[in-house]
Structures are given as structure tokens and as C-alpha cells.
């Protein structure tokens, strides 16, 4: 604010305040020739309701007393007065570091307390996971779904399939360090009929409908080109985040031939952003701790179910 705007607003408040207590002062004041105590306004309603001109009560004009004490009061120690600051030196930003450092001060005994235990004992640590559990839904959800259970292109973190491992340091890693994987385009690798072929091999890999000819062809190019990656039995790699092609789960949604043609021809990307120097290492633990849970507890009533099942056979 400028000096200028300052001044205006220090003397707009005074005179306010001046034109207030003058307007109190002068209805208040007894008139000079006592008049009658009922001295009406000459104003009547209903027949019989007359406006009378009596002085304020005295309790209700200590009532405006006691406003002009407390305004005065406020504008000595608050800000108010243009630039000047106040006696107590209060600012919001002020109030709202002060309540951050004690949120922070309480954070930090709850994190001190997970600090020095394994990551693999805070996955059973009710507390633990409370906590990890609000941190994945402030940060993750948003692309790995509120259950963990992923989308098209985000993958499921609770159904025990890992592009990257899972482990407990490697789930952190993954937190802290984000991942990059990374797929070319294969399409210049593969003449002629080679897109067509390999994603019949993909398929058949599966146990997915395919064509038995082209699969057949298609199986030394993917042994060739794809097994870098995915090796050669298709499992995929940990290493390189290259998922595992011999199962049902399908990252990128694409259980079809031409889902995984255009895979092929496309190349994927898929990029988890790096949390280390966002969350700290307190958090993201906390997190992986959470997601290790639920994929404990995803995969136990899976086996359940299909105990159960069998059961009843
Ligand atoms: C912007 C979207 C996005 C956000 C937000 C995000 N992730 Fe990810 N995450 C991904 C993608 C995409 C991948 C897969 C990377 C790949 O394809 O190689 C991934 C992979 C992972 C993996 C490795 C999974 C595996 O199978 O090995 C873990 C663990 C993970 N994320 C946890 C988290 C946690 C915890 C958070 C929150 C702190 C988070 N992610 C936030 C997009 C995201
Ligand atoms: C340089 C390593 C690399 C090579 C070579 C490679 N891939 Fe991939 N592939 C990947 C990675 C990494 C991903 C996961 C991409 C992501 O994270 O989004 C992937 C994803 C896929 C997917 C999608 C899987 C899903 O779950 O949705 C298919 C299908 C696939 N690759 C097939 C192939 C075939 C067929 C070839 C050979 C023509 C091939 N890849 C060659 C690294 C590779």
C-alpha cells in the first residue's frame, strides 16, 4: 500500500470515529429546557402508537461506550490503520505458519514413531496404513483410482502383478524415484506382415484367440526383436518395466489384436511421475505401506474365493 492510500485510510477511520462519537454525544445530550418526559414526535400508528423523543438508556448508551473502548483498543494493537501494523505485531500469515509449525510438530511425532521400523512391519501397522492411505489418496489416486486398482495406461498396484517389482524397497523406489517405461515404436523393425505376426505371438502367449499361422511366423521376430524387453518366454522385466505378456493383466487395456498391433506400431510410454523431493521419504513409506496392504488383502480373498469355490465343487 502507499503512503498515500495509507494517510486516506487513517483519516477516513478517525473521521468516522469523530462523527460517530459526536452523533452519540449530541443525542444523548440532555435538552437544555426540560421538557415533559413524553415529548412526542407527533408521529402515531394503529390509533394509539406514538413515537416519543425520550434520551438513550443509560445501560445502551454505556453499551456504545464500551464499542468505541474495545474499537480504539482493537486499532492500537491490530492492524487497521492504514500500514501501521499494531502493537501485537499480528498477521494472518503469520497465524497461518504458526498453526502449520504445530500441525507440523504433530506430524512429526507420528513419523518419528514409523521412522524406525522396516518398511515390511509397518505394512501390518494399522496405524501406519491409516496414514499411508490418506497420502496415496491426496497424491495417486487421481491416476491410480482411490482402490489402487489402476486405469487404461495406470497400472493396478493391488493385484500382485509388477511391472517394476514387489517388493517393499522396490515399491518405495518406485515411489521415491518415479519410472519411465518406455517402448519404441516397432513398426520399422517389422516389414511386410511382421506387425500382424508378432501381435498374433502376443496374443497366442495369453492363451488369446489367434490366428495359429501367423502366430507361428511371428514367434522368431519376437524372439528376436521383442525378447530384449519381454524376454524370451514373454514374462516381460522388472528392470525395464516391460510387462509380463503372458497373463491376463493388460496395462494398456489392449487384450485385442488391434490394441496390441497399435502397441506395436505406436510404442508406449508410460511415465510415474517422481514423488522423493514432493512427498519425503516419511510419506512415500507410508504410502507403499498402504498399497502393500491392500495388495496383501486384495490377494488373500482372491485365494479365499477361489478356496471357497472349490469347496463347493
Ligand atoms: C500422473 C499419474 C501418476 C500419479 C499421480 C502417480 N502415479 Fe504411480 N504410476 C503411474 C504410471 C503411468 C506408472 C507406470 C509406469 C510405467 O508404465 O512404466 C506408475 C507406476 C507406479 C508404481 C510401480 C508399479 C509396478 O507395477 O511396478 C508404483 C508402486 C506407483 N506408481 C505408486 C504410486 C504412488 C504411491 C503414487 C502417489 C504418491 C503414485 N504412484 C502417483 C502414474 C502415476
Ligand atoms: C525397449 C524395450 C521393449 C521392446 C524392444 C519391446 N517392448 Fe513392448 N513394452 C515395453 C515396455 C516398457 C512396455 C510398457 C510401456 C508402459 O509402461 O506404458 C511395453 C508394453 C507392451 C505391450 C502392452 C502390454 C500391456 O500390458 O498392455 C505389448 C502388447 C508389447 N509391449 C508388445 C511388444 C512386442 C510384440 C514387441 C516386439 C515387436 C515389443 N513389445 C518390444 C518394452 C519393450
Known amino acids: 500500500m502507499s503512503g498515500g492510500w495509507s494517510i486516506y485510510i487513517v483519516v477516513l477511520t478517525a473521521l468516522n470515529l469523530i462523527g460517530l462519537i459526536w452523533l452519540l454525544l449530541a443525542t444523548a445530550a440532555k435538552p437544555k429546557n426540560p421538557k415533559p418526559a413524553s415529548e412526542t414526535m407527533g408521529h402515531v400508528w394503529d390509533g394509539d402508537i406514538e413515537e416519543l423523543n425520550n434520551p438513550l438508556p443509560r445501560w445502551w448508551f454505556g453499551l456504545f461506550v464500551l464499542t468505541f473502548i474495545f474499537g480504539f483498543g482493537y486499532l492500537a494493537l ?4 492504514g500500514t501501521f501494523k499494531g502493537s501485537l505485531g499480528w498477521t494472518s500469515a503469520g497465524e497461518v505458519q504458526a498453526e502449520l509449525d504445530a500441525t507440523h510438530a504433530k506430524l512429526e511425532s507420528l513419523f518419528a514413531s514409523f521412522r ?11 496405524a501406519a496404513t491409516k496414514v499411508g492411505r490418506n497420502v496415496f489418496a491426496n497424491n495417486c489416486a487421481a491416476c491410480h483410482g482411490s482402490d489402487a486398482r489402476g486405469a487404461t495406461g495406470y497400472p493396478n498396484l493391488v493385484d500382485g502383478d509388477w511391472l517394476y517389482g514387489g517388493d517393499p524397497e522396490t515399491v518405495l523406489a518406485s515411489i521415491m ?9 516397432m513398426v520399422a523393425t517389422l516389414p511386410g506382415n511382421g506387425v500382424e505376426e508378432v ?6 502367449l495369453s492363451g488369446l484367440a489367434h490366428d495359429a499361422r501367423l502366430a507361428a511366423a511371428g514367434k522368431p521376430k519376437f524372439e528376436t526383436i521383442c525378447a530384449a524387453c519381454h524376454g524370451v518366454d514373454g514374462k516381460g522385466n ?10 491376463d493383466i493388460w496395462l494398456h487395456g489392449n487384450a485385442t489384436l488391434e490394441g496390441i498391433k497399435h502397441t506395436i506400431t505406436y510404442g508406449a510410454n508410460g511415465v510415474m511421475p517422481t514423488w522423493g523431493p514432493i512427498l ?31 469347496a463347493a465343487r
Open 78 to 81: 491490530y492492524p487497521g490503520l
Open 116 to 126: 524406525d521400523q522396516p518398511l515390511a512391519a509397518l505394512v501390518d501397522n494399522p
Open 177 to 185: 524415484d518415479g519410472r519411465h517405461g518406455m517402448m519404441p515404436p
Open 199 to 204: 501381435a498374433n505371438y502376443a496374443l497366442s
Open 238 to 247: 522388472h528392470a525395464l518395466g516391460a510387462p509380463n505378456l503372458t497373463d
Open 280 to 310: 519425503g521419504e516419511d510419506r512415500a513409506r507410508l504410502a507403499a505401506a498402504w498399497i502393500l496392504a491392500q495388495g496383501k488383502s486384495s490377494i488373500e480373498s482372491e485365494r479365499n474365493d477361489a478356496a471357497e469355490t472349490g
